[in-house]
Nanobody, 115 residues
Framework: QVQLVESGGGLVQPGGSLRLSCAAS????????MGWYRQAPGKQRESVAS???????NYADSVKGRFSISRDNAKNTVYLQMSSLKPEDTTVYYC?????????WGQGTQVTVSS
């Protein structure tokens, strides 16, 4: 079955950058949308960034201008480029891909922004 494997998380200083990757174990013929979610302790889950099959992007206000979502179809991978990271960005990030009739989630990758 299809699995989404996340990587790229880690510890970074405030103002630093990280790039998260989410690779599908197998190609998906049709994808409606893909995105990244996060849920910090004591807070509701939020959609951080999304990318539709048509190329439309959407970002949470809290990350707009700092994060960028992109994809590499040849590698079956979606990325989240994060820059100007803040301590409040610290949490586990989850990749989500929706194909017709099915939603797939990554295992999560920890991002810690600390001085």
């Amino acid at each position: 079955q299809v699995q989404l494997v996340e990587s790229g998380g880690g510890l970074v200083q405030p103002g630093g950058s990280l790039r998260l990757s989410c690779a599908a174990s197998r190609s998906l013929f049709s994808i409606d949308a893909m995105g990244w979610y996060r849920q910090a302790p004591g807070k509701q889950r939020e959609s951080v960034a999304s990318l539709t099959s048509g190329g439309t992007t959407n970002y949470a206000d809290s990350v707009k201008g700092r994060f960028s979502i992109s994809r590499d179809n040849a590698k079956n991978t979606v990325y989240l480029q994060m820059s100007s990271l803040k301590p409040e960005d610290t949490t586990v990030y989850y990749c989500r891909v929706r194909s017709i009739g099915t939603v797939y989630w990554g295992q999560g990758t920890q991002v810690t922004v600390s001085s």
